[in-house]
């Protein structure tokens, strides 16, 4: 069981940068990929970035590449997303969310997603 709380959402104005948070309970988040997703308000859950367990291996959507970094301590637990150069369209509820994986495999289907937190806002104004 592992259960995950995001923080460090607020709203900012475009082009700055915000750090995302995911905490995890539990002894066994170091066996677990990680996972950022977005929903904007009337669309669809969407993948953000996913990391391995160990750290290694990461994957962004088109989207976040060059912008959006995803890193892990699992010294801490915890799992994070930078993301800079903020757009109005990166306006979202971010949840990150936990697989149980094996080391260096990566995710970024949903459905592979066992646990999920409850999102932080994050808004970027014009």
């Known amino acids: 069981q592992v259960q995950l709380v995001e923080s460090g959402g607020g709203l900012v104005q475009a082009g700055d940068s915000l750090r995302l948070s995911c905490a995890a309970s539990g002894r066994t988040f170091s066996q677990h990929g990680m996972g950022w997703f977005r929903q904007a308000p009337g669309k669809e859950r969407e993948f953000v970035a996913a990391?391995?367990?160990?750290?290694?291996?990461?994957a962004y959507a088109d989207f976040a590449k060059g912008r959006f970094t995803i890193s892990r301590d699992n010294a801490k637990n915890t799992v994070y997303l930078q993301m800079g150069s903020l757009k109005p369209e990166d306006t979202a509820v971010y949840y990150c969310?936990?697989?149980?994986?094996?080391?260096?495999?990566?995710?970024?289907?949903?459905?592979?997603?066992?646990?999920w937190g409850q999102g932080t806002q994050v808004t970027v104004s014009s």
């Open positions: 969310a936990a697989a149980p994986l094996p080391p260096g495999r990566v995710v970024v289907t949903m459905k592979e997603y066992q646990y």
């Open positions: 990391v391995s367990r160990g750290g290694r291996n990461t």
